[in-house]
């Protein structure tokens, strides 16, 4: 199967956390980057964090950075995002994604269904 499915979306007060996670076919796990993008209503798509195969190289978007952590589970072929100091402006649908240009920040050809986060102020 090539197969996203992502979790852990919810409501959250600012300042909270959450943690997201994202399960990868076998596939898209050994032969991708990952990462996540996220959406807000009325808005584009944007890059999120991305992780290579090795994890050994992470890459946040700067409105991002210092309060989220991407990270790489290869035994369970999850992805996860820690996601703390939350924002309002944090709130949209976040997407689990899979390709060979993730990293740099460019959308790869697999996605997940998403999931929603929430931030009140």
């Known amino acids: 199967q090539v197969q996203l499915v992502e979790s852990g979306g919810g409501l959250v007060q600012a300042g909270g956390s959450l943690k997201l996670s994202c399960v990868a076919s076998r596939r898209l796990f050994n032969m991708n980057d990952l990462g996540w993008f996220r959406q807000a209503p009325g808005k584009e798509r944007e890059f999120v964090a991305g992780i290579s195969g090795s994890g050994g190289r992470k890459t946040y978007a700067d409105s991002v950075k210092g309060r989220f952590i991407i990270s790489r589970d290869n035994a369970k072929g999850t992805i996860y995002l820690q996601m703390n100091s939350l924002k309002p402006e944090d709130t949209a649908v976040y997407y689990c994604?899979?390709?060979?240009?993730?990293?740099?920040?460019?959308?790869?050809?697999?996605w997940g269904q998403g999931t929603q986060v929430t931030v009140s102020s």
């Open positions: 994604n899979a390709g060979k240009t993730v990293v740099a920040g460019i959308v790869g050809e697999y």
